[in-house]
């Protein structure tokens, strides 16, 4: 069973759309990753929160992209105006305790942008 | 900056027999942890098993064991009596102590023959 879950599991955009990935934890966790997996590659690290900021990102985590806590239970990856180039799968990831350092991740997002 | 590189693209063993997946890491740092990391066809990350520098110790897991060799900055996976089960990719990573992203390799895709 998943440390953490993400919605949807699939989302289909027209290039220049805006969308949102949605991360939940099970428990609550202050410490929340976004990684990216372009289909075939490597997983890249996109951005790092911690306690309502942004603790490190990565030079892909541009202007286009933000990171939200809206509410306690749920963080949110925003991509403002969606290129053919962000379609890949998005992880989000979380340490199973505050203090350790071992990175849990949800089951991921695909993104197609078309 | 660090990086993890996987020199085996895929590899292919028979059931039951054992596999070594290599791993090298490059940094400059004394205290770090590293991670195996499983992507089945679902596309789902399940850590597989993990190792701090400051152990000389190596991990185990089941059947999942790790020879780290750390003046070498070597990082080898073994799984004994392979599995169809463990057909996937698998992703080496490191994290520096202290900074909580993930470097990852870019992966060694592995196929169980029954």
């Known amino acids: 069973e998943p440390e953490v879950t993400q919605t949807p599991s699939h989302q289909v955009t027209q290039m220049g759309q805006e969308v949102i990935l949605r991360c939940v934890p099970i428990?609550?966790?202050?410490?929340f990753y976004w990684y990216r997996q372009i289909l075939g590659q490597k997983v890249e690290f996109l951005v790092s929160f911690y306690n309502n900021e942004i603790s490190e990102k990565s030079e892909i985590f541009d202007d286009q992209f933000s990171v939200e806590r809206p509410d306690g239970s749920n963080f949110t990856l925003k991509i403002r105006s969606t290129k053919l180039e962000d379609s890949a799968m998005y992880f989000c990831a979380s340490p199973r305790a505050e203090g350790t350092d071992t990175q849990y991740f949800g089951p991921g997002t695909r993104l197609t942008v078309l | 900056a660090q990086t993890v590189t996987q020199s085996q693209p895929e590899m292919s063993v028979q059931e039951a027999e054992t596999v070594t997946l290599s791993c090298t890491y490059d940094t400059s740092e004394n205290n770090y942890y590293l991670f195996w990391y499983k992507q089945p066809p679902s596309r789902q990350m399940i850590l597989v098993i993990r190792q701090e520098a400051y152990k000389q110790q190596n991990a185990t897991e089941n059947r999942f064991s790790v020879n780290f060799q750390k003046a070498a900055k070597s990082f080898s996976l073994k799984i004994s009596d392979s599995q169809l089960g463990d057909t996937a990719m698998y992703f080496c990573a490191f994290m520096s102590f202290g900074n909580e992203k993930l470097t990852f390799g870019t992966g060694t895709r592995l196929t169980i023959i029954p």
């Open positions: 428990s609550n966790h202050l410490y």
